[in-house]
């Protein structure tokens, strides 16, 4: 019996460094994609449009001043992969504060009061689901033009129901209980019932929702921009640069390597983080 | 049931008349169609311009012009492409079939991968297989699809000339774009067989297996993994939305002649009624598949009626 216990601690102990070792690359990860592109002004003070066109398709690893190599435009790859973030960090957390904020609006008068709002919002759900993403911004994009902006607001759109439906289903869980109905058998208000007794309480799941949907609105935006349904093209993005290391996939391989693996350890630290954040927060599995 | 039914269905009913609803006014907002098939036609006249709205119907209100591309719909019929006058039904049933073949041969290529790693991950809960597992699921959410596309044409058709890069050329081109589709959605699909089979491997029946000395090969995929088939096909089943989206970044990659490319081609051309039409029918589709699957599993496990 001694052994199994130690045996099953030991694993436990093995497990839990294991998860804080993932903990820590998603800090390390999200903290140097976030730091960077923070100083990306300071870093690279050309935004990287500078075209260096004696140095044009200069590969990788060859030349100090161009360490990730050139396009065949003369413009250095790691310049305008680390302002290109700009806008994926843009469209990824600004896209989730908003959706969250109006999704979770919504989720809270659906849950709270039930009846006509509770169906709006199930029935936008059920739309949502038939709909994904790209089929809205293929039909919308298409007409009414793209842009950060029109990028942002069509994701709000379409995702604040993940939001609502999340707090929703969590509302309708916490009204009936113990400590919500002494509250309320004390008297409390609605709103003050919300504020102090709802929310705090959603909080956990929410945040876990938003951080693995910044990961996945910064994949959404640079598929658009790979599409030429997103930002400008002529702007520095990584799904922009993926589009032109497309055309030049023959010739400069590292044109289209690099913004992808900036995506892909971006997307990962985030991921990472999240998952942390559900073993932590969540550990009965509701998002 | 018959309650059930009708409840799924009336629900489809209604998301088919949002979406469509959705679509038209989308389309609406690109401005006057008439304007933009007399261009390049020389001097139009307002003249020709009222003949052109009156023969497709133009001039009539939103409302009407709605139902009347539902009684179409109904039919079969989606309009006329803008180039060169081709129906759009004709279009999409050239492409529709690329699109759903390259769905159906993803989805059973990813089973192929997901099923054993995820049992695999489940047996080994916490070893080391379980964490690389795990890992290898988290690293594949997180890169683009289209990615992982470009990645594989320069390894397989450009480094390796082994693969043709785009476009239907036989068989083999269908392999790059459905492994592509396939890893990505491996990435999910591991987690999940790794969950359900984890609930699954609990249940006393699985215990009853392994004491009758039944070999561990047959209690895992016979007793175990036939008890998780349901849950598994319901969430892939609502995963089929996911799948289509990604499929049509792809097609763009690949050039596969599916309804992707058509999509992008007629907003490359602003040829509106080829683009409603196919957004229309990928959404008829998506709702189609989960109404199935919800109905499906309303058959299998009556619990979930009263939902």
Known sequence: MQTTLTDTAGKRRSRNRFRSLEFVMGVVLTGAVVLAVLFSGWLFPDGGEGMDLAARLTPPFQSLAHVLGTDPLGRDVLARMVVGGQISLTAGFVSVIF??????????????????????????ADVQLALPFILVAITFISILGGGLFNVIFFMVISQWVQYARLVRGQVLALREREFVQAARAFGVRDLAMIRHHIVPNLLGPLIILMALNVANNILLESSLTFLGLGVDPTIPSWGGMLADGRTYLQTAWWVSVFPGLAIMLTVLGLNLLGDWLRDRLDPTGKV | MIGFLLKRVLQAVFVIVAVTLLVSYAVRLTGDPAIMLSQ???????????????ALGLNRPFPVQYLSYMQGIVTGDFGRSFMGGTSVAHLIGDALPATLLLAFVSLA?????????????????????????????????SFPNFWLALMLVLLLSITF??????????????IMPALTMAVILSATNVRLVRTTMLETLSAQYVMVARSKGLRE????????LRNCSIPLITYMGLQFGGLIGGIVVI?????????????????????YPVLQGSVTVLALVIIIVNLLVDIAYGIVDPRIRIR
């Not at chain 2, 090969?217 to 175990?224: C, D, E, M, S, T």
């Open chain 2, 109 to 141: 290529l990813s089973l192929v991968i997901s099923v054993p790693l995820g049992v695999h991950a489940a047996v080994h809960k916490g070893k080391a297989a379980d964490q690389a597992i795990r890992i290898f699921s988290l690293i594949g959410l």
């Open chain 2, 40 to 54: 390049g036609a020389g001097s139009v006249s307002e003249q020709d311009l009222q003949n052109i709205r009156q």
């Open chain 1, 99 to 124: 959706g969250a904020l109006l999704g979770t609006v919504m989720g809270l008068i659906a849950g709270y009061y039930r009846g006509f709002w509770d169906m709006i919002v199930m029935r936008f």
């Open chain 2, 251 to 271: 097609e763009k990659v690949f050039n596969w002649p599916g309804m992707g490319t058509l999509a992008f081609d007629a907003i490359a051309s602003r040829d």
């Open chain 2, 161 to 174: 000339p082994l693969l043709p890069p785009s476009g239907w050329d036989g068989p083999v081109s269908l």
């Open chain 2, 217 to 224: 090969r047959v209690v895992l995929y016979k007793h175990a």
